[in-house]
Antibody
Framework: QVQLVESGGGLVKPGGSLRLSCSAS????????MSWIRQAPGKGLEWVSY????????YYTDSVKGRFSISRDNAKNTLNLQMDSLRAEDTAIYYC???????????????WGQGALVTVSS | DIQMTQSPSTLSASVGDRITITCRAS??????LAWYQQKPGKAPKVLIS???SLESGAPSRFSGSGSGTEFTLTISSLQPDDFATYYC?????????FGQGTKVEIK
């Protein structure tokens, strides 16, 4: 069955870096759009980044542009989020989420990882 | 960007109550709307997709309706397990925006 497992979260000082990974099983990452969505403590859901199935289309929310980078390792079926120059406001749970398939037909977000907590604090 | 506005932000209700949450989109999204339930410490779980289609495993007391710009989620008889936060999300466009959430509390 479909499973997404995030890793790499933790406590980091402002200005530091972290790399989140999302290991996918039960499907092939390169057949789907994949996203990172975050949730700050006590707040709502915010898109951080997504990558199309082909890898040709990548989106970043304005607040992370130039600091975060999404990538995919097809051999390991893993999605990554490299987070540099971290700020206190990046503190959140980061979810790896499977989005629509390669056909582009809109799809609700049925599959979410358990979330990885990133805390940026001195 | 499409703005999604949910109301109310908080709803206090009792077990057995019928409750309705409203979600408005800033432009027409057809029926590309989903409702999610989130409990503390857990990832959101989709309850309704395509505005009114109940997801497999979701209890039948949940129902959704609407099209265009106005949508509702109704819980016909609130159960103890339903106290949670609910989000609407449009997925007509990529990185579909979420509403700000509605927390359903015990009265």
């Amino acid at each position: 069955q479909v499973q997404l497992v995030e890793s790499g979260g933790g406590l980091v000082k402002p200005g530091g870096s972290l790399r989140l990974s999302c290991s996918a099983s039960g499907f092939t990452l390169s057949d789907y759009y994949m996203s990172w969505i975050r949730q700050a403590p006590g707040k709502g859901l915010e898109w951080v980044s997504y990558m199309s199935h082909s890898g040709n289309t990548i989106y970043y929310t304005d607040s992370v542009k130039g600091r975060f980078s999404i990538s995919r390792d097809n051999a390991k079926n893993t999605l990554n989020l490299q987070m540099d120059s971290l700020r206190a406001e990046d503190t959140a749970i980061y979810y790896c989420v499977r989005d629509r398939g390669a056909t582009g037909v809109p799809a609700a977000l049925t599959y979410w990882g358990q979330g990885a907590l990133v805390t940026v604090s001195s | 960007d499409i703005q999604m506005t949910q109301s109310p932000s908080t709803l206090s209700a009792s077990v057995g109550d019928r409750i309705t949450i409203t979600c408005r989109a800033s432009q027409s999204i057809g029926t590309w709307l989903a409702w999610y339930q989130q409990k503390p410490g857990k990832a959101p779980k989709v309850l309704i997709s395509k505005a009114s289609s109940l997801e497999s495993g979701a209890p039948s007391r949940f129902s959704g309706s609407g099209s265009g710009t106005e949508f509702t989620l109704t819980i016909s008889s609130l159960q103890p397990d339903d106290f949670a936060t609910y989000y609407c999300q449009q997925y007509n466009s990529y990185r579909g925006e979420f509403g700000q959430g509605t927390k359903v509390e015990i009265k």
